[in-house]
Nanobody, 123 residues
Framework: QMHLVESGGGLVQSGGSLRLSCSASGFNLDYYSVGWFRQAPGKEREFVASMRWSNGDTYYTDSVKGRFTISRDSARNPVKNTVYLQMNSLKLEDTAVYYC????????????WGQGTQVTVSS
């Protein structure tokens, strides 16, 4: 059974850092991309970053480039592994529920989602 479980959210001051983790099980990640999304109150869910597991290619939305980094566990075990989102120089507007998701290669949408973790940036 496929599971994605996020952790690492919390309250941080503006300019601070957090690292989110997405523990993936039940997937062979060689055949997936893993993405991070976020949804702020009253706003639509938006793409933040993604990584194609097989080759490590990464993608970011413009608003987080240079501040956020998506990475994978160094063990690179495709069937039980963790994807991270290192968030630096956090801004008030980064406050949201952050979700990780998995998209099978060749699919046009993310089909598997975690439950989300809250990130709150205070002034």
């Amino acid at each position: 059974q496929m599971h994605l479980v996020e952790s690492g959210g919390g309250l941080v001051q503006s300019g601070g850092s957090l690292r989110l983790s997405c523990s993936a099980s039940g997937f062979n990640l060689d055949y997936y991309s893993v993405g991070w999304f976020r949804q702020a109150p009253g706003k639509e869910r938006e793409f933040v970053a993604s990584m194609r597991w097989s080759n490590g290619d990464t993608y970011y939305t413009d608003s987080v480039k240079g501040r956020f980094t998506i990475s994978r566990d160094s063990a690179r075990n495709p069937v039980k592994n963790t994807v991270y989102l290192q968030m630096n120089s956090l801004k008030l507007e980064d406050t949201a529920v952050y979700y990780c998701a998995a998209q099978s290669l060749g699919s046009t949408q993310y089909n598997y989602w975690g439950q989300g973790t809250q990130v709150t940036v205070s002034s």
